[in-house]
């Protein structure tokens, strides 16, 4: 394998652009959020703009990182800064319930479960010193009881196997099932214990790493968990290049990929390279791969493999251990590596990609795997797509058929100029806006006008208007879904709630 080496100081590359994210901030919430910027979309992709994108935005150019959920259309639905930085924002389904799941960025880390409300009901660790890694949680279908997690932790090690210190330091990736119920560990499993550092493709030289405990050794860097059938665990080691089977008893049965692989390929373009979200498929007959094409190991230093990152579809016969390549998509209009992170997941006819430290977002026929739809988190520009400036880890789909957001918050009302600006964060389902008006704060009961909604916040004149103002939210049926409190039109200032 050729290997091309780059520098590159992310910091240097920041500092060189001198650009910030152009943001969205609006009259009636304090939300800023980056936009999501669409590229293409095929008339045959989400007709009836129902599909939301659940995405993370973070990096430098990110004034307030949080969670977002957007159309594809690219309107913001729901922003939420409260918990700061996070990833991998998801919708998963716990003991019969539909839960938003997030990894957050706190102390020692640790997994957020949300209803529809946007509230937290719940929150998940693993039971490891090093705490909670951002890297997976997959909650185990069909049961829907249990959640498979990332860990990690520094521990000494002998490293002299690979040039290194004989007390060196390593970091351990830790696989963990979790019992979401009573946070006990029902399967816990090391890479220390089973994989060999000579597997590695990290430079121990290049990288500096391994002397020291703030600074040890990454030789595998765990990134995705699964589970089969059968019980056993589907575990992606990025810097080994490698996709391991491991039995419930914690034995490798395979490897797929890497320096050890137990496959033989029968067809070109099976190789892989610093994988992210390997996930079963197909009755257990497929695997899908991000191929990132190249790894960031440390900020000055990352690997480079393949000229372009693409989604694979990899048909596994276990029987004959032999690998083919099924369907491969590429990004388009714009074509690169990406260093870390990205996902791929199928939702019907299509297949969602993010590109994680590059800020797109594509979906694909998987039928003819022609490109349907492309998106940028942010502005559509290229000096935003390197030094970690914009990145999302993963992007998952849900739909308003599937998912509604009932906010605990009424709508949010600004009066300005004269004009009525409303906003619902959250709020899936709203079509229409009512504004009611009166001479006194509790006689609001006055139509004025009904209008669309129209994006995240939607502008009502104020002509009509009384001493005071309130506004109702809508649903298709003509149900209402809320009511803001009751705003003074001459200040703009809330008066009864």
């Keep these: 394998m050729l290997w091309g080496l780059i520098f590159a100081s992310y910091a240097q590359f920041s500092s060189a652009l001198g650009q910030t ?67 991998d924002l998801n919708l998963q389904t716990y003991d019969g319930r539909q839960y938003l799941t997030m990894w957050i960025n706190s102390e020692d880390g640790v997994v957020l479960m ?30 829907n009881k249990t959640a498979l997690i990332t860990a990690t932790n520094s521990i000494p090690m002998d490293l002299t196997s690979i040039g290194g210190p004989a007390q060196g330091w390593y970091i351990d990736c830790i696989v963990q099932e979790i019992d979401i119920a009573t946070g006990d560990v029902l399967f816990n499993w090391t890479a220390s214990d089973h994989i060999s550092l000579l597997e590695s ?82 009755n257990e007959t497929e695997l899908s791969v991000f191929d990132n094409g190249a790894a960031l190991v440390t ?69 003819t795997e022609e490109l349907l739809y492309s998106a940028l988190i942010g502005q559509n520009d290229p000096a935003l797509w ?25 709508p949010n009302v600004s009066v300005t100029d004269g004009d009525i600006y409303v906003s619902w964060n959250g709020a899936t389902h709203v079509t229409e806006y009512v504004l009611f008006t009166g001479n006194s704060v509790d006689e609001v009961s006055q139509e004025v006008v009904r209008v669309r909604k129209s994006g995240f916040e939607t502008m009502i004149s104020g002509n009509g208007t009384e001493g005071f103002i309130s506004v109702a939210a809508l649903a298709a049926n003509g149900t209402t879904l809320g009511r803001s409190a009751v705003y003074n039109v001459s200040d703009g200032s809330v008066l009864h709630t």
């Design 114 to 143: 949300m209803n529809s409300s946007y509230e937290v009901v719940m929150n998940v660790s693993a039971v490891n010193q090093g705490g909670t890694d951002f890297h997976e949680f997959n909650v185990v279908k069909p049961e």
């Design 201 to 282: 493709y990290n430079n121990l030289t290049l990288s500096r790493q391994g002397s020291t405990q703030q600074s040890p050794f990454d030789a595998v860097h765990i990134n995705s968990i699964d589970k089969d059938s059968a019980g056993n665990y589907l575990i992606s080691g990025r810097l080994t290049q490698t996709i391991y089977k491991v039995a419930p008893d914690g034995t490798i049965i395979w490897r797929l990929g890497g320096k050890m692989s137990d496959f033989t390929a029968i067809v070109k373009d099976t190789e892989f390279h610093f994988q992210h979200h390997v996930r079963w498929r197909s």
């Design 299 to 367: 900020a000055a230093y990352h690997i480079v493999d393949e000229s372009v990152a693409s989604g694979r579809y990899l048909q596994v016969d276990q029987e004959q251990m032999t690998v083919t390549l099924s369907k491969r998509f590429f990004p388009s209009p714009n074509r690169n590596y990406t260093v870390a992170e990205g996902n791929i997941e199928r939702y019907g006819d299509s297949v969602l990609m993010g590109y994680g430290l590059l800020p797109w977002i594509e979906a694909y026929s998987f039928e």
């Design 21 to 87: 994210l152009l943001e969205t901030t609006f009259h009636s919430s304090p939300i800023i959020v980056p936009p999501l910027t669409v590229l293409e979309r095929s008339p045959l992709y989400d007709p009836e703009n129902t599909n939301l994108f659940l995405i993370c935005p973070s990096g430098s150019a990110v004034t307030r990182p949080g969670a977002a959920i957007y159309k594809s259309n690219g309107e913001l639905v729901w922003a939420d800064a409260r918990f700061g930085e996070c990833d």
């Design 386 to 410: 390197s030094g970690n400036r914009v990145s999302n880890y993963r992007v998952f789909q849900t739909s308003t058929l599937e998912f509604t957001g009932h906010p605990t918050q009424p």
